[in-house]
């Protein structure tokens, strides 16, 4: 039984989110009827792949920033600002492209300072980057100044709630950006460097990795990251609003993170399992949505979900999973064995 | 002599004295009881979250669930009074076995499924939550005579402050949390704890005890800081406290306790929590802000406390280095 | 009641698995009162394991444990504590956040009512330390302290933890002379008060010192045990390795050196180290000696960049460089194998494999990937040229015994071919044969023209591989042997001579 | 008057309408020649309680306080009382004894969700329809209220029928979201009409019908409450129905009835009710549009 060492990593992930799929056509028969209605394709399934779309673009900076030991509270705060400046730039009336850029460049700064007060000042990440989650908040209604600032701009428009070929434009481009985010890591040394200095920044440091460089660098993917998620709600409801775009979303990003077995000690990381933790949270967002329940069980069954699914993934489960599964001892193999008649 | 890690403390003392001073220096009104008064009353239940958040700190964990233990405690004790006849008292001490079971669950999860503090109470925040709206989603005001006899017991200043009983809790809360994280046993593994899970397993610490111990007292005394907060507000709210853990933990920080786990003073938090409550109040005082400027003001003071401290701790290593460095061969 | 002829401690049949390894295979211990009991073997044989399953940290697969006479099955230290077997555990485990004090009595502090009795408290510690010879505050947290400190600190609660067995592993490996005899004289103390001790260590000449009994580990297995006034160091070693060993290390020291490849301008950093000058040649060995704390691993921090001095130049090849951080310094040909291996060396969590081409990888950038085959192939070589065992090389480093850690080290710094090699005591904790293997390397890479930096502990070691020895004492450099002056005497009279070693005092 | 002070405790900026009050209070004020002390209490009741107790401290002449919970206020308000400081709820009530406040200028919640059944009612004539809603944010009693309003309008109405109810945390986004869900959920063609408990909500919600390819405001009835200047443009344009007014200026009513009570003692009745108007398709709601969309929603 040989098995890719990519798939054998990812395969609770996918095990889980089979099941919660499954959940969700319990409470919805025809969950996973897709039809192709008014120009695109329109069903339950779309909809979790398109709702997740904000999540799965922040876990992809989060992953990285977890794997290097850090936590990114202020990416919630990052998408209202980024969603602010992309409305108020075309409002302004420039090219929608031009907005883009620049709520791009204001997620990159965002990023880069979380990074600077990580890397250079030393500051512990979680108190680092709450300082921009508390005033980031601040800022986007500055920008908006506390209104919906919406916007009429059908280039921008169409990055939240248009299609390309009958697919929403948000699955197309976290799936893209989700898949060169997770190539680049591995195709080039990126990964290895990442997860070196999440696990022994002295050592990395010594080895003669740049680490507070490679630091900087995995906010300001972060920050990135948070900036078109931020466009992306932006435009889809055809309005920035600076008080919930993205509230508590930093939230489920880490929850993302950890539900696709990633360490928050840092390390070993793999956003692939990342991105389908984000669609197992969407995908129980679904349920809670199609089951029809009050609203105030939505927290509860929730919490209990993901519990559940926390549960399972454990260490310590999934070693005596590991036990029951291999109850012998491993066999007495490749190992020199040393003369035993020298005991006598 | 002062002892070098006594530092922070010191730092976060005179930060807040030396605030203090400036704010009054603008605002005269700010230097009568009256303010302090509401200091100590208005953060009360702030400040008993934050002792216990300050004994998980120094574990080297993280309690997200406190803000949601706070609100489903008024809910339930709101409930409890309104649908049934037991005496507040009856209600509080069922309620604190409640909350101090439900902290001690979330430890026990925490070790043995050896899974991270930040995600088990974090799925632990959305539950409380979750049970509060279940209980009730609207806001539920208790009218009970106890709770009358309760809120009238103050002390009025000649200025028309009051001190409020529930001012005297938290500030008790701080002694008695005080005294146990230096003076005991329990305290000193703790410590232990955040110096270093392995080591202090090795060094026979009984990691399992302490750390549910740990959670436990946190969620106890969230609960003590619902029951506050319900004698502040008269009333349960499922909707209350909401982010509260997020104040708490920046309580804690300012207060000199790191985030690493390990070093820290629970007194510190409690001048933590009087920085938070100065900034809220000078803002107040100010009265120009608009709302968002008064997030990236608070955002900004915030920093501005972490990088004072980060900067007075680099400057008395630095000057530790050159001094004690080789303390041994002198 | 307690019964003179039995053994204070019997262990039987204990095993021990890891996924993929078997750590320990039906091993049998015997520890008799009032015995010094040495534990020998490589690296890697099972010697560290077989105390934490003696002691509860790991729960063992097989195998029963008697203690004066009764069946004990000690599920936690805080189990084998109370049970009488005080620990020490390889590489200090002990809270730098707590003082010395707290440390010492950590989970037995004297108690008055409910309160922790600090002035009592703080009494017992410092008289208990003085037994130990050192006069220090104990109301000072330990991270002030160094490490020497700390490792007798550790000693001295395992001691009064240990009503019946005292375990040491590896407690001599980051102390001088002077400490090991005190520590010696404790623990005879402790033998003649009827206290069985296990005593783990790769020096052998302690050994033969203190130790009544030896119990050799290979791969696992026990492969004997021998009373040790019967047998020669050389019976022991052969036992251990399960081969003979070739004489004494000696490197084959060539004399031809080279044109100067590095010079150092009164490098240093104030309140750290006082400026030196130094200038290594192409295949030259330079050691550097000192007692401890004399500031041997801060000059190789500093050449290294590791720590950025505030003064001095430094030349390559005759042209200035500058060096302000490890990448500089790699750039430039350099490496360092720091001392703390664990916190400074290895990235624990990383394959075998990954920790090897680690540094090469951060030499070339992020952007040219070393492609997977010349991975294996570089990876491959070491484990085999330096003889590191192993799995496979998919294994996480931090599994590794200490000294094959150290070899995959040397291979991570010798795969970016150096021209300056820096090592800081690169055989400390190294098991006998593997000390030899490591000393010929350091004649091998000597020949092949590279240039060497080697702090080290261990005077034999140096006069074995170095052309010139440096001699620091208190952050100066204080003087220099060169050719036939470098004796191990030499050696220690130039460190002690003026003042006296008074580190502990 | 221009040497009076009042403070102002804001419960935060989380909707556009909230900001529209925000800036509707300040004009007030300032037109008046008052001195204004503004507090922004980030939708904490305990910043609002503190928010007060510095007020009092700093001896303001008068309290305007927009409470985020009717609850737990009795023990602010006795001192504001002893401080002899007047206060002036707006646009909520609290549970407090009535005494110890001066009056509450608020609309009636309740009363806003039975216009907009009424409305449907009226609409639909007997027509059968099922009605989808999208609460407010659990818990709040604008949610909570407005939820009653309109159940209580349309029972006894056997024709109107509330299928699918889920919460839309008052924003754009999930309103859309949860309207996604419901599309799929009941079948777009099943459902008749969307109640929104604010605009926000249903102008997120009108977007996702139209993705689904259906016609808002002709296919799906929508109502929703608050008369935001979206609305308004919305109802121009076709895609929704009916809007109820909660008007921003909550506080020119009270400056007034302030301004009374100082100069003669003049007690102004304890609950100045404002207008829940409705605004439909007849009204001319793009000129409405262009007068309020500088208000700051
Ligand atoms: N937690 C673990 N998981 C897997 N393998 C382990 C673990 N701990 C130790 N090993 C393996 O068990 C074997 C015995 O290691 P151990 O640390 O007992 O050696 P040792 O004799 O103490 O060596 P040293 O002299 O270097 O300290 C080694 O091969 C090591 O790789
Ligand atoms: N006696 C001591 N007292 C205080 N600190 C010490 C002492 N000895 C060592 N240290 C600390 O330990 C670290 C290592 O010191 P240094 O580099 O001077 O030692 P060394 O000569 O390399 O000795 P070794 O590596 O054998 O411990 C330094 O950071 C130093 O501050
Ligand atoms: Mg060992
Ligand atoms: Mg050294």
């Not at chain 1, 709630?161 to 893209?176: D, H, N, R, Y």
């Not at chain 3, 801060?298 to 001095?309: N, Q, Y």
Request: charged share 15%; hydrophobic share 50%; glycine share 10%.
């Amino acid at each position: 039984m040989t098995r890719s060492p990519f798939l054998k990593r990812i395969t609770p992930q996918l095990i889980i989110l089979a099941i919660v799929l499954l959940l969700n056509v319990l409470v919805l028969p025809d969950f996973f009827t897709v039809k192709f209605q008014n120009g695109r394709l329109f069903g339950n399934i779309i909809d979790v792949l398109n709702r997740g779309a904000p999540t799965a673009l922040l876990c992809v900076g989060m992953t990285l920033v977890i794997a290097t030991k850090g936590i990114d509270l202020s990416v919630g705060a990052v998408m209202a600002i980024a969603g602010a400046t992309a409305a108020s730039l075309v409002v302004e009336g420039q090219h929608w492209t031009t907005a883009v850029m620049g709520a791009l460049a204001v997620g990159a700064l965002c990023g880069a300072w979380n990074g600077i007060l990580v890397a250079f000042l030393r500051i512990q990440p979680i108190v680092a980057t709450l300082v921009l989650m508390v005033a980031g908040r601040g800022i986007a209604q500055l920008i908006t100044e506390g209104t919906i600032l919406t916007f009429l701009d059908q280039g921008l428009i169409h990055l939240g709630a248009g299609t390309v070929l009958g697919i929403p434009t948000p699955i197309l481009i976290w799936l893209s950006l989700g898949s060169f985010a997770a190539f680049l890591v591995r195709r080039t040394a990126l990964g290895l460097l990442i997860e070196s200095i999440g696990i022994n920044e002295a050592s990395s440091r010594l080895a003669g990795i740049n680490s507070r460089v490679l630091l900087l660098c995995v906010y300001v993917v972060s920050g990135i990251g948070a900036a078109v998620a931020g466009v992306i709600v932006t435009a889809d409801i055809q309005g920035a609003d600076a008080n919930n775009a993205g509230l508590w979303l930093e939230l489920d990003a880490i929850l993302a993170v950890v539900i696709g077995g990633n360490s928050l000690l840092g390390g070993k990381f793999s956003i692939v399992a990342s991105l389908l933790g984000a669609m197992i949270i969407q995908s129980v967002n679904s349920v809670i949505l199609l089951s029809g329940m009050p609203p105030e069980f939505n927290l509860v069954i929730k919490a209990l979900l993901i519990l559940a699914i926390l549960v399972i993934q454990s260490p310590k489960v999934s070693h005596i999973i590991y036990i029951l599964r291999a109850s012998t001892p491993p066999a007495k193999v490749d190992r020199p064995n040393p003369a035993k008649e020298l005991k006598r | 002599m002062i002892r070098s890690t006594h530092l922070p403390l010191i730092v976060t003392l005179l930060t807040f004295v030396l605030a203090y001073a400036l704010c009054a220096s603008q605002y005269p009104t700010m230097l009568s009881w009256r303010v302090v008064a509401n200091l100590l009353t208005d953060n009360a239940f702030l400040g008993i979250v934050a002792v216990g958040m300050t004994f998980v700190i120094l574990s080297g964990g993280i309690d997200l669930s406190v803000g949601s233990v706070i609100a489903f405690t008024g809910v339930f004790l709101a409930v409890i009074l309104r649908d049934t006849s037991l005496h507040p008292l009856t209600a509080f001490a069922l309620v604190l076995v409640i909350t101090t079971a439900f902290g001690a669950a979330m430890g026990a999860t925490i070790h043995y499924l050896d899974m991270p503090a930040f995600i088990v109470t974090l799925a632990g925040m959305f539950l409380a939550r979750g049970a509060a709206y279940v209980l009730s989603t609207d806001s539920v005001s208790i009218t009970h005579e106890f709770y009358d006899v309760l809120q009238s017991m103050y002390w009025k200043t000649a200025s028309g402050g009051r001190f409020r009983l529930i001012g005297f809790v938290m500030v008790l809360t701080f002694i008695v949390g005080a005294l146990v994280a230096h003076r005991t046993r329990f305290g000193q593994n703790v410590y232990a704890l955040g110096g270093g899970a392995g080591a202090a397993r090795l060094m026979g610490v009984p990691v399992a005890s302490t750390t549910i111990g740990i959670y436990a007292v946190s969620g106890g005394l969230a609960g003590l800081s619902g029951i506050v907060f319900s004698l502040y507000t008269s009333a349960g709210y499922s909707l209350a406290t909401v982010g509260v853990e997020l104040d708490a933990i920046a309580a804690v920080v300012i207060g000199g306790t790191l985030l690493t786990g390990g070093y820290g003073f629970v007194a510190g938090s409690f001048f933590g929590i009087l920085i938070m409550g100065l900034i809220q109040t000078y803002i107040v005082f100010d009265g120009t802000l608009s709302s968002w400027w008064t997030k990236i003001v608070i955002g900004g003071l915030l920093f501005a406390f972490i990088l004072l401290q980060k900067g007075l701790t680099w400057a008395s290593t630095a000057r530790k280095k050159a001094a004690t460095g080789f303390i041994a061969q002198s | 009641m307690t019964n003179d002829s039995l053994p204070m401690l019997h262990a039987t049949g204990i095993s021990k698995f890891f996924p993929g390894t078997i750590a320990l295979d039906d091993v049998d211990l015997t520890l008799h009162r009032g015995e010094i009991h040495a534990l020998l073997g490589e690296n890697g044989a099972g010697k560290s394991t077989l105390i934490k399953c003696l002691t509860g940290v790991y729960r063992r697969d097989g195998g029963a444990i008697m203690l004066d006479g009764q069946t004990v099955d000690p599920t936690s230290t805080n189990h084998s504590q109370s049970l009488g077997i005080g620990t020490v555990y390889q590489e200090v485990n002990l809270l730098p956040n707590l003082t010395v004090a707290e440390n010492l009595y950590l989970g037995r502090q004297p108690m008055r009512g409910p309160f922790v009795a600090r002035r009592a408290m703080n009494e017992a510690a410092r008289t208990s330390l003085k037994g130990f010879g050192i006069d220090i505050d104990p109301a000072q947290p330990l991270s002030t302290y160094s490490v020497a400190v700390q490792q007798v600190v550790a000693i001295a609660r395992a001691v009064e933890m240990s009503g019946k067995v005292l375990i040491l592993d590896e407690p001599t490996a980051s102390l001088d002379l002077d400490e090991v005899k005190l520590l010696f004289s404790v623990i005879r103390q402790l033998k003649s008060r009827g206290i069985a001790i296990v005593f783990i260590t790769h020096f052998l000449d302690q050994v033969f010192d203190l130790c009544d009994r030896a119990t050799v580990l290979r791969n696992g297995q026990v492969v004997g045990s021998r009373v040790l006034k019967d047998v020669s160091q050389r019976d022991i070693v052969t036992l251990m390795l399960g081969r003979q060993l070739d004489t004494a290390p000696s490197a084959a020291k060539s004399a031809a050196v080279g044109a100067p490849l590095l010079q150092i301008e009164s490098l240093g950093k104030s309140g750290m180290l006082d400026p030196f000058s130094l200038t290594i040649r192409k295949g030259e060995v330079v050691g550097l000696a000192g007692l401890l704390g004399s500031g041997r691993t801060e000059t190789s921090k500093l050449v290294f960049g590791a720590v950025r001095a505030d003064s001095g130049t430094m030349k390559l090849n005759g042209k200035d460089i500058s060096v302000t951080s490890p990448r500089d310094a790699v750039a430039h040909g350099f490496a360092l194998c720091p001392e703390d291996r664990k916190t400074e060396g290895i990235i624990g969590d990383l394959s075998v494999r990954d920790n090897i081409v680690l540094a090469l990888q951060a030499r070339q950038g992020w952007l040219r990937p070393i492609p997977r085959r010349k991975v294996d192939e570089i990876a491959e070589h070491y484990v085999r040229t330096l003889d590191i065992r192993l799995a496979n090389l998919d294994v996480p480093i931090r599994l590794l015994s200490g000294g094959n850690q150290q070899k995959a080290l040397l291979a991570r710094w010798l795969a970016t071919d150096p021209d300056v090699l820096i090592l800081d005591e690169p055989t400390r904790g190294i098991d006998i044969g593997a000390h030899a293997e490591i000393i010929a390397l350091i004649g091998r890479l000597q020949q092949d023209g590279m240039a060497l930096l080697v702090a080290s502990s261990e005077m034999e070691e140096l006069v074995a591989y170095a052309n010139r020895v440096i001699v620091l004492r208190d952050r100066k450099q204080v003087g220099e042997l060169v050719g036939a002056d470098i004796t191990s005497v030499n050696i220690i009279k130039a460190i002690a001579a003026e003042t006296r070693h008074e580190a502990l005092q | 008057a221009s040497d009076l002070t009042i403070g102002f405790s804001q419960i935060g900026s989380e909707s556009g309408w909230r900001a529209a009050e925000t800036t509707v209070t300040k004009q007030e004020v300032a037109a008046r020649g008052i001195q204004l002390k503004f507090a922004d209490a980030q939708q904490k009741q305990e910043n609002q309680i503190s928010a007060l107790r510095s007020f009092i401290a700093q001896g303001v002449d008068a309290i305007l306080i927009a409470p985020v919970v009717a609850t737990g206020w009795d023990e602010v308000l006795e001192e504001a009382q002893d401080a002899d400081i007047p206060v002036i709820l707006l646009d909520r009530t609290v549970d407090a004894p009535d005494d110890l406040y001066l009056t509450a200028v608020t609309s009636d919640l309740v009363h806003e969700g039975s216009v907009a059944g009424q409305w449907l009612v009226d609409d639909m004539a007997g027509a059968d329809c099922r009605i989808v809603e999208l609460q407010g944010t659990t818990g709040s009693s604008p949610a909570i209220d407005r939820k009653t309003g309109f159940e209580n309008a349309i029972s006894g109405h056997d024709n109107l029928e509330i299928v699918r109810s889920q919460t839309g945390d008052f924003t754009r986004s999930q309103g859309k979201v949860v309207m996604e869900s419901f599309l799929k959920a009941e079948g777009g063609d099943n459902i008749c009409a969307l109640y929104a408990h604010n605009d926000d909500m249903a102008v997120g919600a009108i977007q996702a019908i139209k993705e689904a390819g259906l016609k808002p405001g002709t296919d799906i009835k929508i109502v929703a409450i608050d008369a935001v200047p979206d609305a308004h443009l919305a109802i121009a344009n076709s895609e929704m129905n009916a809007t109820i007014e909660l008007t921003p200026n909550m506080a020119g009513p009270a400056l007034d009835a302030l301004a009374a009570y100082l100069a003669d003692g003049t007690v102004p009745p304890k609950w100045i009710q404002t207008e829940s108007r409705l605004y439909t398709a007849a009204d001319d709601n793009q000129a409405i549009y262009e007068v309020k969309k500088g208000l700051g929603y």
